[in-house]
C-alpha cells in the first residue's frame, strides 16, 4: 500500500512564524502535490513537483515556498504566516505514468495561526 | 473561475436507498475524472474514476456516469450504508503532465 505521511497532525503558530509542513511518500513516486482544503472551497493546489529540484506553481502560491531535495520528501515552507493560512493542509503523491491519475493522500495537517 | 463544480453542499439519504452525487464541468479539454471519498481527520481516498472515452464505470456498490455533450458526472452509490457518510470530492484532468482541478465537495449523510 502507498504510504504517505505528513509531519504533524495539528499544529499551532503564531502571526509570522516561519513554518514548515514536511511529508513523505514510500512508493518512489515522481509527482508530489500540496493541497490545502477550506469549506466551501474544496481542495486548491498550492504547489507541485514533477521531479527532485523541480517545483510549480499551483492555484494559489502566494505565501508558500516549497522544497524537494530527495524524491521522497516534498516540504511546504510559510515564510511568515498569516491568520489567513489557518487550514488544513494536505500532501499527496502520484506516477508519472500516462493513464494513471490517481493521487495518493496523507492524513492532513490542521495549521492554525493565531 | 471553478472549472468543477458540485453544486449540492449536502445530501442525506436513508440506509438501503441510492445515493447520487452530482459534478458539472466547464473544460472541455477535461478527459479524465475522479471521485474521492474523505473521512474527517483523514486524506481523500479515490473511489472510482472514468475516462472520457466511456460514459460508465462500475465498481461494486459504486458507478460513475458521464455525459459529455452536458459535461456532467455523476456517482451513484446503491444501496447506501452508514459508512458512506464523507465528503466526496470530484476532480478532473486534461490528461497525463496535467493537475487534478478537484470541487468543493458534497456532504453525504446516510441515516440507519
Known amino acids: 500500500d502507498v504510504k504517505v505521511t505528513q509531519s504533524s497532525r495539528y499544529l499551532v503558530k503564531r502571526t509570522g512564524e516561519k513554518v514548515f509542513l514536511e511529508c513523505v511518500q514510500d512508493?518512489?513516486?515522481?509527482?508530489m502535490f500540496w493541497y490545502r482544503q477550506d469549506p466551501g472551497l474544496g481542495l486548491r493546489l498550492i504547489y507541485f513537483?514533477?521531479?527532485?529540484?523541480?517545483?510549480e506553481k499551483g492555484d494559489i502560491p502566494e505565501g508558500y515556498s516549497v522544497s524537494r531535495e530527495k524524491k521522497e520528501r516534498f516540504s511546504l515552507i510559510l515564510e511568515s504566516a498569516s491568520t489567513n493560512q489557518t487550514s488544513m493542509y494536505l500532501c499527496?503523491?502520484?506516477?508519472?505514468?500516462?493513464?494513471?491519475?490517481?493521487?495518493?493522500f496523507g492524513p492532513g495537517t490542521r495549521l492554525t495561526v493565531t | 473561475d471553478q472549472q468543477v463544480k458540485q453544486n449540492s453542499p449536502s445530501l442525506s439519504v436513508q440506509e438501503g436507498r441510492i445515493s447520487i452525487l452530482n459534478c458539472d464541468y466547464t473544460?472541455?479539454?477535461?478527459?479524465?475524472f475522479l471521485w474521492y471519498k474523505k473521512y474527517p481527520a483523514e486524506g481523500p481516498t479515490f473511489l472510482i474514476s472514468?475516462?472520457?472515452?466511456?460514459d460508465k464505470n462500475e465498481d461494486g456498490r459504486f458507478t460513475v456516469f458521464l455525459n459529455k455533450s452536458a459535461k456532467h458526472l455523476s456517482l451513484h452509490i446503491v444501496p447506501s450504508q452508514p459508512g458512506d457518510s464523507a465528503v466526496y470530492f470530484c476532480?478532473?484532468?486534461?490528461?497525463?503532465?496535467?493537475?487534478?482541478?478537484f470541487g468543493a465537495g458534497t456532504i453525504l449523510r446516510v441515516k440507519s
Open positions: 472514468i475516462s472520457s472515452i466511456k
Open positions: 512508493m518512489d513516486h515522481e509527482n
Open positions: 473544460n472541455s479539454m477535461f478527459d479524465y
Open positions: 513537483s514533477y521531479d527532485v529540484k523541480m517545483k
Open positions: 499527496a503523491s502520484s506516477q508519472s505514468r500516462p493513464g494513471n491519475y490517481e493521487q495518493y
Open positions: 476532480a478532473a484532468t486534461k490528461g497525463y503532465g496535467n493537475k487534478l482541478v
